[in-house]
């Protein structure tokens, strides 16, 4: 491509500014209409980076929309080749160039793989932007700290003290530079390190900056509180006093406020805060958001009421009219509420509650949701039949023909529905229902589907099983195997002798190899 254009890249070499602004834009025209590769190689690269931290305004500019293009077409162009990357990095020194290479950094989404050596400087660099007086600079070196979270960057981001630093920022003068200081906290609770966030005093600064003029910084306050809520820290955001700021929110007219405020609830009762939020009333509020005409508040507000539900409150703050109104949303014409009055009303028989669940009339509903297409709401529907079944009620399941359905959703090709079928199946037989759920064709299909070249569907051992041979179709199968997962072949239980530990054959009254008499050994 340079043989066919080398006066528009020889250009890039000239004295005159204006001349390589205009190489620059006639490259940039290049590169959107065909892949990036094929008009710019390794060399050209580093030049055109080494013109991003030119003094002239309009070459630096012109240079920054060849590159922010390819590596929004393509991030490999510059991660490749490690000098690349660096020449960008080290731009973050240069304040006239440092808006710029920022802004490209913040679109790298795979740094996972650069070389560890080049990390250190990198997250070094970005301590001077988080501290400057431009709110772009702060705001794009808080979306880089992210990035670099998410991607397993977590250990150097706190290794380099920078977390004191975004705890600051939560309380900036700007409000957006505020909302991704606390995007930046959410994921660090998502990679494990809540707990240090909250010693920061995450939580604290958070609370004191929730109402913010800004509604998406208010968003992502709350979104983070869920997400420390999430990871073990519901505990420190009851005590800091959160609830009455939430409960407040719940009356708020901004839907998005709203549905992020459930959010936290839902998280601070899964996490063992379920009874501070009944000494509030809180499923009291939530109950009445039911009743309003809004599709996604209801949605919302079924699926906090079932984490509340689920952490032994179900009788507390339901009765069997309302249990039989949230089966009613099971028919709305909503496919999120329909999915989260499902895993509701499994929440709140897992609650305590099974028997009122089927009294209202849930499986039948439940059953003909087997067949949507949605596969998020056809796995709430399975979790809800699994809880269900797990306890006395599992009968009643059986009298309505559930364990049919089932079988049919292994017919289905999608992996996911496939997995979550046969765990909902394995708790209806674990109920002492095997003989009744599964005949010889069913337990064909199950055997079918364990086969299937699909991980999702088994589950790795942690340690190799011994295996042997059928005694009756000769294939090999655990030693631990009741049944032959072939031929359907069953076994008697081996029995291990507690002298020798050597596998016993039927039932004899002294093992073969040491002699041990069981009747002496056992007593």
């Not at 004191?164 to 920022?169: F, H, S, W």
């Amino acid at each position: 491509m340079e043989e066919k254009f080398p006066m528009i890249f020889g250009a890039l070499e000239s004295p005159d500014n204006e001349l390589i602004a205009h190489s620059l834009k006639s490259i940039n025209k290049m590169i959107q209409y065909n892949d990036p590769d094929e008009i710019l190689d390794e060399r050209k690269v580093l030049k055109i980076l080494d013109l991003i931290g030119s003094k002239n305004e309009g070459v630096r500019v012109n240079a920054y929309h060849i590159i922010n293009s390819c590596v929004v077409s393509n991030e490999d162009i510059l991660t490749r080749n490690i000098e690349s990357f660096r020449k960008l990095v080290g731009f973050i020194d240069d304040k006239n160039s440092r808006p710029l290479s920022m802004d490209i950094l913040c679109k790298f989404k795979n740094m996972k793989d650069l070389d560890d050596s080049i990390f250190s400087d990198f997250i070094s660099k970005l301590k001077e932007p988080l501290s400057d007086s431009d709110g772009r600079d702060r705001g794009n070196s808080l979306v880089i700290i992210s990035n670099l979270i998410i991607q397993d960057k977590t250990k150097e981001i706190l290794e380099a003290g920078i977390l004191e630093v975004i705890i600051k920022l939560l309380e900036d003068e700007n409000s957006k530079t505020k909302g991704n200081a606390a995007w930046a906290i959410s994921q660090l609770a998502l990679k494990g390190e809540a707990r240090k966030a909250v010693e920061a005093g995450a939580v604290e600064s958070i609370l004191e900056n929730l109402y913010d003029e800004y509604d998406r910084t208010v968003y992502n306050f709350l979104y983070t509180l869920g997400e420390l809520a999430g990871n073990g820290e519901a505990g420190a955001i009851l005590r800091a006093g959160a609830l009455p700021k939430l409960i407040e929110f719940l009356d708020d007219d901004d839907i998005n406020k709203l549905s992020y405020t459930m959010y936290v609830i839902g998280k601070i009762a899964e996490g063992g805060g379920a009874g501070e939020l009944m000494d509030m009333a809180v499923h009291e509020e939530l109950l009445e958001i039911l009743e309003k005409d809004n599709e996604r508040g209801k949605a919302d507000a079924l699926w906090t009421l079932g984490m509340i539900a689920k952490q032994g409150y179900s009788k507390k703050i339901l009765d069997e009219e309302k249990i039989s109104k949230i089966a009613g949303y099971l028919e709305d014409d909503d496919g999120r509420v329909r999915e989260n009055s499902a895993e509701a009303l499994g929440n709140i028989a897992e609650g305590g509650m099974k028997k009122e669940v089927i009294e209202a009339g849930a499986i039948p509903r439940l059953m003909e949701l087997l067949d949507d297409d949605d596969i998020n709401e056809r796995s709430s529907v399975l979790y809800s039949i699994g809880q269900i079944a797990e306890g006395a009620e599992a009968g009643k399941l059986m009298d309505e023909g559930v364990h049919e359905e089932l079988m049919e959703i292994l017919e289905k090709e999608n992996e996911r529905g496939r997995t979550d079928g046969l765990g909902t199946l394995g708790m209806v037989a674990k109920q002492g229902n095997s003989k009744k759920t599964f005949d010889d064709g069913m337990k064909l299909k199950i055997v079918d589907n364990i086969e299937k070249d699909d991980e999702v569907l088994r589950e790795s051992p942690a340690e190799e099983e011994e295996l042997v041979e059928c005694f009756e179709c000769g294939n090999l199968i655990p030693v631990s195997a009741p049944v032959c997962t072939h031929c359907g072949a069953r076994f008697e239980i081996a029995l291990e002798c507690p002298r020798c530990g050597a596998v016993l054959e039927g039932n004899p009254v002294a093992c073969p190899l040491c002699g041990a008499e069981f009747e002496t050994v056992l007593k």
